[in-house]
């Protein structure tokens, strides 16, 4: 008699359904993970302070509750209740293809799509993302291969991979967990400094019988753009009187960690002389820099304020208690504290971050070749982009990191009292305007979520017929142009003011950029000099660009009177020395007792550094893993001055 297999078959089929029913689990658990925890507590984790509004703070964690709801019930939710509507015929497909997506995000995520610049906080790109069709086709090489092995490993070890899926699980808590822990002890760090900005003052003093002297740092400012500036709006020269435009300069690096020190405090904070101090952390070299100026000042007598130090104790949000124990220094943090369209702003960005942290985390683990459609020019698929209603709605859209240094510019009025008591002063100055840089509306360069400049992306010409054709250029050199334009528009009405109140032409004002941009316009591209310098394992469209070592440098002296171009070959680091000019007698570096001078054409070679940006990493005591430059002669437009990995110590 013929033994009945039927109650074997069925307990098999059983357990093979029971067994692809965990393996989904894990699956859409994996994915729920990655998407809604794991990514977005990455990208906060990196920089916390970004997150947060300097002059309303709240706990930047909370954004990843919205993410982590949306990835369950996108995953979780949704994807294993459709896998369990399933005949288990299509749910065994189901479940495969759902570990092939699980294993390729993964990969694509680690891998691919992580050169595409700065994000913002908005979490937005600063240009539009792009890769090359070779490393698109590479991307969908290797997204192939990691399905056909997981669809392999699915028929011949089906456990294996269901151990692999329930360790994946447990690593991505492990790492997310980790990555809450860094958030929340650098957001505490966040709390403290944004609890003192409630109690300053944001203002400071000009007199009009003393002398004044103001450094102002435009963060990225571009020289190069200068004479098209004037020339497009030819009331700047007459608002910037009593200018020297100085566009041969140099700057010792590409980014503010390492190029904002010697703009401070001279030129023992270029590279070579932080890393001549190997004992010191760069920490506490760049606090020093940043105190450089204001005690010569105050020490000479002056009346001291101090706004945005940029990186103050390295921190984002400058953490001015480094100015504590000189309790004459007048210290505040301007940039987010003016209150128009505030409440729109703040509205606008909880929106986006609690929406689209789990729409960047699914754009980031995606193929390459989908990647541009989920991102959509930073929109990520919602309809209408969120322009926002009502009133402010007409900026709803604008960077926030560009608009609370816009709003600093544009108040700069209300922010400078003006006296007559014969008090001399002393302001030192940070905006990062020109570095968040934004497409603005022509021709008034004003913010605006929608803008069309279709009417005025002409070509730019300065006085000697030169053009720049913005209709051609790419978008980051649109952007930075209105970016900058905004700026010198800005402090042309802030001169005008100033002339109103009297205390122009007794003002020194310098006003200068720690470093350029790499925008392939006024520059040498050193890729044309030495070919392919990927091996160097930096983006080379954008170190190799010597634009990024040319900063701005404006220079008005007391009393004087026209606009004019001086060519002699300079570095940023003479800002200490020009401000000290006729104002402070015998100057020092207080941390170190050496003479502060100006040496800009002594040194036979000067000796740029590219490394790290992110201070929280780039933190020790040297620069890691520092490229070096080399610039010997006077010219900084000299295709021949400039040598990669070379001349350095």
Same mark, same amino acid.
């Given at each position: ?32 993970? @990655? ?18 509004? *300097? ?84 991307? *969908? ?82 020289? $190069?753009?200068?004479?098209?500036? @004037? ?17 041969? &300069? ?5 980014? &503010? ?6 703009? /401070? ?24 820099? @940043? ?17 945005? *130090? ?22 505040? +943090? ?21 929406? +689209? ?76 305007? !020109? ?71 007794? !003002? ?7 470093? $350029? ?26 170190? !190799? ?7 701005? @440098? ?13 060519? &002699? /070959?300079?570095? +940023? ?27 800009? $054409?002594? *040194? ?25 430059? !080399? ?19």
């Amino acid at each position: 008699m013929r033994k009945d297999r039927r109650p074997e078959l069925n307990a098999r089929q059983k357990k093979t359904d029971r067994n692809n029913r965990i393996l989904l689990a894990l699956c859409c658990l994996y994915m729920a993970l @990655l998407t809604g925890l794991f990514i977005p507590s990455a990208v906060i984790s990196a920089s916390p302070a970004e997150f947060v509004d *300097a002059h309303y703070y709240q706990d930047p964690a909370r954004y990843l509750i919205p993410s982590s709801l949306i990835g369950a019930g996108v995953f979780l939710i949704a994807g294993f209740g459709i896998g369990l509507l399933l005949n288990p015929w299509a749910r065994k497909r189901y479940t495969t293809a759902a570990a092939a997506v699980a294993a390729v995000s993964a990969m694509n995520y680690m891998l691919f799509g992580r050169d595409y610049g700065s994000l913002s906080s908005a979490l937005k790109y600063e240009t539009a993302i792009s890769n090359p069709a070779g490393t698109v086709l590479m991307n *969908a090489a290797c997204a192939a291969a990691v399905a056909v092995a997981v669809v392999l490993l699915r028929k011949k070890h089906s456990l294996i991979l269901r151990l692999i899926c329930l360790y994946g699980c447990g690593a991505l808590v492990v790492m997310s967990v980790m990555n809450i822990d860094s958030l929340r002890k650098q957001a505490g760090e966040v709390r403290d400094i944004t609890d003192r900005i409630q109690a300053e003052d944001a203002s400071f003093r000009l007199d009009k019988k003393g002398r004044n002297v103001v450094v102002i740092m435009l963060d990225r400012a571009i020289s $190069g753009f200068v004479p098209y500036m @004037l020339n497009e709006k030819p009331e700047l020269k007459e608002q910037f009187d009593g200018f020297t435009w100085y566009p041969n &300069t140099l700057s010792y690096g590409y980014h &503010t960690n390492i190029a904002a020190p010697a703009l /401070f405090g001279g030129y023992e904070y270029t590279p070579d002389g932080m890393e001549e101090r190997a004992g010191l952390s760069l920490k506490d070299k760049h606090n020093e820099a @940043l105190k450089v100026m204001p005690l010569n000042f105050l020490e000479a007598g002056y009346e001291v304020t101090v706004c945005d *130090a940029p990186y103050a104790n390295y921190q984002w949000i400058p953490d001015l208690s480094i100015y504590d124990e000189y309790p004459e220094i007048r210290t505040c +943090n301007t940039i987010g504290m003016f209150d128009e369209y505030k409440i729109q702003m703040l509205e606008y960005l909880d929106h986006v971050r609690s929406r +689209n942290l789990f729409f960047y985390s699914l754009f980031r683990a995606s193929p390459l070749v989908l990647q541009p459609v989920i991102y959509d020019n930073g929109r990520y698929l919602e309809p209408g982009g969120n322009t926002g209603k009502g009133e402010g709605a007409e900026l709803a859209g604008v960077s926030p990191d560009f608009l609370n240094s816009y709003m600093v510019m544009k108040n700069l009025d209300r922010l400078t009292n003006v006296t007559e008591d014969g008090t001399n002063t002393f302001l030192m100055l940070a905006n990062e305007m !020109t570095h968040d840089a934004v497409e603005l509306q022509k021709p008034d360069y004003t913010p605006r979520s929608e803008v069309d400049n279709s009417a005025y992306n002409g070509a730019l010409k300065t006085e000697d017929g030169q053009e720049l054709n913005l209709a051609e250029a790419e978008e980051i050199v649109r952007i930075h142009y209105d970016s900058d334009m905004a700026a010198m528009i800005q402090l042309g009405r802030w001169f005008d003011e100033l002339r109103k109140q009297g205390v122009y032409d007794n !003002t020194r004002i310098i006003i200068v950029s720690d470093h $350029g941009c790499y925008l392939g316009l006024f520059g040498t591209d050193l890729r044309e000099k030495y070919g392919d310098l990927s091996s160097f394992g930096y983006r080379t469209d954008e170190w !190799t660009d010597t634009m990024c070592y040319n900063p701005l @440098l404006l220079v008005k002296d007391f009393g004087a009177s026209g606009f004019t171009t001086d060519r &002699t /070959f300079m570095t +940023n680091a003479e800002t200490p020395a020009l401000a000290f000019e006729g104002t402070v007698e015998n100057p020092v570096n207080p941390f170190t007792g050496c003479a502060l001078t100006g040496r800009a $054409g002594e *040194a036979a070679e000067h000796h740029v550094v590219e490394s790290d940006w992110h201070i929280a990493d780039n933190c020790g005591n040297m620069y890691s893993d520092p490229l070096r430059i !080399t610039f010997r002669g006077t010219d900084v437009f000299d295709p021949e001055g400039w040598t990669v990995g070379s001349g350095n110590p």
